[in-house]
Nanobody, 124 residues
Framework: QVQLVESGGGLVQAGGSLRVSCAAS????????MGWFRQAPGKERAFVAT????????AYADSVKGRFTISRDNAKNTVYLQMISLKAEDTAIYYC?????????????????WGQGTQVTVSS
């Protein structure tokens, strides 16, 4: 069982930066691939970024490539999402997710554990 707690969300102006974090309770955090998803009002939950268990492989949604960076610190049981050049359309609740296995994945159904989410609001 893995418990995930996101933090670091908030209100930021367009063009600004923000880093959200996700702390995991799992003893074997390093055995899980991790992902970030987001859900805007009235929309389905959408893939943002994913990282393999060692951090050696990552993937991003086209809409965030070049602006967002996913990373992890297995010693701290934490995964991060650094966001720069934020746009109003990045406004959403951001969710952290974990999946059993090492491979990265981009679908909601690929993930086994989810956090409660953290709100990111970008004002234009």
């Amino acid at each position: 069982q893995v418990q995930l707690v996101e933090s670091g969300g908030g209100l930021v102006q367009a063009g600004g930066s923000l880093r959200v974090s996700c702390a995991a309770s799992a003893r074997s955090f390093g055995s899980y691939a991790m992902g970030w998803f987001r859900q805007a009002p009235g929309k389905e939950r959408a893939f943002v970024a994913t990282i393999s268990r060692t951090g050696g492989n990552t993937a991003y949604a086209d809409s965030v490539k070049g602006r967002f960076t996913i990373s992890r610190d297995n010693a701290k049981n934490t995964v991060y999402l650094q966001m720069i050049s934020l746009k109003a359309e990045d406004t959403a609740i951001y969710y952290c997710a974990a999946r059993d296995g090492s491979a990265i994945a981009t679908r909601v159904y690929n993930y086994d554990y989810w956090g409660q989410g953290t709100q990111v609001t970008v004002s234009s």
